[in-house]
């Protein structure tokens, strides 16, 4: 260590005197830079002095020399104050009439014979040009400055120099605080190329100005516009801009860099502090900005010139200019491509011409029947040119930004095409033009796509994996599988791996050994894990053999069977839940038969009854396998009278069985206390609507003493008996028809009696409002008519007859009762 310091301690000379050394060229660089500028004005003023006052380029020379002395003022600014007056001013006089009157009369006094006035040739006055344009000092300072920093300018060599020119040169007027120099791009955009001050961390920032109308220079180069701008609440809101950049002051100037016709580019210029109010101030500052674009496009034109390039032609080394660079690219494309020309009308953008076109494009506007020399964008697409392409392609020249566009159609019979073409669009904007690629979607195209939407409706994705290749090359439905719609490029095998339940690993592995080694066909299903967790997948695949009969490759699917399984489970727990409810409700269906027989009287039973004789019959929906609540009943009374009763209750199976049984005893009951039929359905009413009220029924009770023959009947929500005389003609019983039971508790049934005769029939049937319907239209009138067509004493027959007379389907049930009065 002792060692060690002297060595860092003599180390430390060399490294100062190498920094000493280059800060001595940095000034010395910096020194010659400013001659080379100043060197320029110094010549012209020495020049205005010879031209004008006929002295040598020494003595005038010699004249700035001594007049900077004497002044006291630095040599470069007194031969700007002499230049400076050649300034663009549309109302400056003759550049004699404008020398400094000190300095006319000290190059006067330095003549060897000046002459003498003559009486006839008094001295000459003041002309009148000089006596109307007086000029103020601030006017002067302000030529002698243009003057000066135009060949400044005009010496700089790179952008950065101009910028630095602009910043930093002594100024009769406030310095800019910042500087920004920026060339206009082909689509629109800004590059900064150019920086003094704190604009170079903008350009540092942003290597590309985006055509943000929120920024004063973007909007002044593409109105072609000169902004003076105060950093007031009104620009602030006009250029919300401003207030986020560095390079904002108290007033920024933003301009376009105009040469010849052609806007090159912008500058920006800012002051920390407002500017001294003046039309001449702004007048000779925006002056500035001709020597600016000019300088701006002649080092373009230097870097065009430099990056010229040799082609192989007939002479070697012949020389092509960048401009050449376009079609060659345009050529080299392997889709269409075109750059198009706007075509305007009174200021309206109307159609575009294509400028260039590459070959396949050239064969699809000759294909259209379009001369590919006079080619237009809406002779070549004129319905999808002008609905689609046109409005974009305007748009894209407003704000530069790309298009891209997808799944156009071009229609034969509106777009001239040879067939139905799907065409994608990308366009760019060059300068003033539109530069376009587009692609025609071929069978194969379309396929593809057709493919993946099959793919992703299926939840299908598949994969090709070389046994050569480290990785499979799958499909995008089989990444988005995987990645869940996440922007991926592939799925590793590794990943394909941990992608499967542990418990189902070593089946899958097993298959896939089977697969590779022994060429066998490939199906297995796994459970997924990881990225796919939750999820069933089913993967199938087929080996692909070389000529030795090796197995190259595997392709195959992998499908998400998720839902698929949930819906045969699904559908599984349904069968189970249908098997048992059929057994439940065979079970039900017994019971019900069971309660049914029991409920109905026997035919001996019904044979018993003194004076009448009576059949009746119920038949169920045999076909859908249900009992209906359908009953009838006939008792014989301690008098000698007998009760019948027709009943049928809604709903089916056990349930209605069950509350039929309860109406008919029900009925017995109220019949012992000898209640007439309308009060027996007035209290099997009021005991239903309290019991029973998620059950209606309608029922008729009549009540026949054979030995008057007379019948009290009433009904609810049935329809009225039907008569039949010995001789077989038939009438309807009149009398009211109550609601069915169980729908108003409150509701009071009515009597009816009539007298029969001897060998009258009587009949008593149900059906529903169904049936009742059916009998209005028609069917009660048939029923009506039976003994005209069959025999009153077959019941079967009759039975039968009112089946097919009130159209009653194979699902729905039946009831009736015939009364034979003997």
């Not at 010659?32 to 040598?56: D, F, P, Y």
């Not at 014979?113 to 000029?135: D, G, L, M, N, Q």
């Not at 590779?516 to 066909?521: F, K, L, Y």
């Not at 069915?740 to 009816?752: I, Q, S």
Request: overall charge negative; aromatic content about 4%; charged content about 25%.
């Amino acid at each position: 260590m002792v060692d060690k310091a002297p060595a860092e301690g003599g180390s430390a000379e060399p490294a100062e005197a190498l920094a000493a050394l280059v800060a001595k060229l940095r000034a010395e660089l910096t020194g010659v830079r400013t001659a080379m500028r100043n060197r320029a004005v110094i010549e012209q003023a020495k020049g205005v002095l010879v031209e004008r006052l006929g002295i040598t380029p020494d003595q005038g020379f010699d004249q700035l020399v001594r007049l900077s002395q004497r002044t006291n003022i630095k040599l470069i600014e007194v031969a700007a104050a002499i230049v400076g007056t050649t300034s663009p001013d549309p109302n400056a006089p003759d550049v004699v009439n404008l020398i400094d009157d000190e300095l006319r009369q000290h190059v006067a006094r330095r003549r060897e014979r000046p002459p003498a006035p003559s009486p006839a040739s008094p001295a000459p006055a003041a002309s009148p040009a000089r006596r109307r344009t007086s000029r103020t000092p601030e006017v002067e300072a302000l030529q002698s400055q243009h003057q000066l920093l135009s060949a400044r300018i005009a010496a700089a060599r790179s952008y950065d120099e101009i910028s630095e020119v602009l910043g930093t040169a002594p100024t009769a007027r406030p310095a800019p605080s910042t500087v920004l120099l920026t060339l206009l791009d082909p689509d629109g955009a800004q590059r900064g190329v150019g920086a003094h001050g704190v604009a170079g961390e903008v350009r540092s920032r942003w290597s590309r100005i985006p055509p943000d109308p929120a920024l004063p220079l973007v909007v002044a180069v593409r109105d072609a516009e000169t902004l003076w701008l105060s950093a007031d609440d009104e620009v602030t809101r006009r250029f919300p801009v401003i207030g986020q950049l560095p390079f904002n002051g108290a007033t920024i100037l933003a301009s376009p860099l105009v040469s010849g016709e052609r806007i090159i580019g912008g500058i920006l210029l800012t002051w920390a502090e407002a500017l001294p109010d003046g039309e001449e101030l702004r007048r000779y500052v925006t002056a500035l900005l001709e020597p600016v674009a000019r300088q701006v496009d002649t080092l373009i034109g230097d870097e065009i010139a430099s990056a010229w390039f040799h082609v192989e032609g007939e002479e070697s080394g012949q020389a092509a200019p960048a401009q050449v660079w376009l079609p060659t690219v345009v050529d080299a494309l392997h889709d269409p491509a075109a750059l198009l020309s706007p075509v305007t009308e009174d200021g309206q953008l109307v159609d575009f011409r294509v400028e260039y076109a590459n070959g396949l494009a050239r064969q699809i506007f000759a294909g259209a029947r379009v001369d590919p020399d006079e080619a237009t964008l809406l002779a070549a697409y004129p319905a999808l040119g002008s609905a689609t392409l046109l409005p974009e392609f305007a748009r894209l020249l407003q704000d530069g930004q790309p298009r891209r566009l997808e799944g156009l159609r071009a229609d034969p019979r509106t777009d001239g095409v040879p067939g139905p073409q799907t065409l994608s669009v990308h366009a760019v904007r060059l300068w003033d033009r539109v530069f376009a690629v587009w692609r025609v979607a071929t069978e194969a195209d379309l396929m593809y796509d057709q493919l993946l939407q099959a793919e992703r409706i299926a939840g299908i994705g598949s994969f090709c994996w070389e046994l050569r290749d480290p990785e499979p090359r799958c499909s995008p439905e089989l990444i988005r599988l995987f990645h869940g719609g996440r922007d991926a490029a592939r799925v590793p095998v590794e990943e394909l791996t941990a992608s499967v339940h542990p418990d189902d690993l070593l089946a899958v592995q097993d298959a896939v050994r089977r697969t590779i080694v022994e060429g066998r066909h490939l199906l297995a299903e796994a459970r997924g894990a990881g990225r796919v967790n939750g999820r069933r997948l089913r993967l199938t695949a087929e080996p692909i053999f070389d000529d030795t009969g090796t197995v190259s490759a595997v392709r195959g699917t992998v499908q998400d069977v998720t839902e698929e399984r949930a819906i045969e489970a699904r559908l599984r727990r349904a069968e189970e839940a249908l098997a048992a409810q059929r057994h439940r409700l065979a079970d039900e269906r017994r019971a019900a038969e069971a309660l049914q027989r029991a409920l109905l009287p026997t035919d001996p039973e019904l044979g018993h009854l003194d004076g009448v004789e009576i059949c009746g019959r119920c038949r169920s929906p045999e076909r859908v396998g249900t009992i209906d609540g359908d009953w009838y009943d006939a008792t014989a009374l301690p008098d000698g009278s007998t009760v019948l009763v027709l009943g049928d209750v809604d709903e089916q199976g056990l349930s209605s069985m069950t509350t039929a049984a309860r109406l008919r005893y029900a009925v017995r009951a109220y019949a012992m206390l000898d209640m007439s039929p309308g009060d027996i359905l007035t209290a099997v009413n009021g005991m239903l609507c309290a019991m029973e009220v998620e059950h209606t029924a309608c029922l008729v009770v009549a009540r026949l003493s054979p030995e008057t023959r007379e019948l009290r009947w009433a009904a609810a929500g049935q329809v009225a008996p039907i008569r039949y005389t010995a001789t077989g003609q038939g009438s309807v019983l009149s009398g009211p028809l109550g609601l069915p039971l169980g729908e108003v508790a409150e509701m009071r049934y009515t009597d009816t009696t009539v007298t029969l005769e001897q060998g009258d029939r009587m009949l008593l049937y149900t059906g529903g409002q169904a049936r009742v319907d059916r009998r209005r239209s028609g069917g009660l009138d048939l029923v009506r008519r039976a003994g005209e067509h069959v025999d009153l004493s077959d019941f079967d027959a009759v039975m039968t007859h009112l089946i097919g007379a009130l159209k009653v389907a194979d699902d729905e049930d039946v009831c009736a009762m015939l009364i034979h009065v003997r």
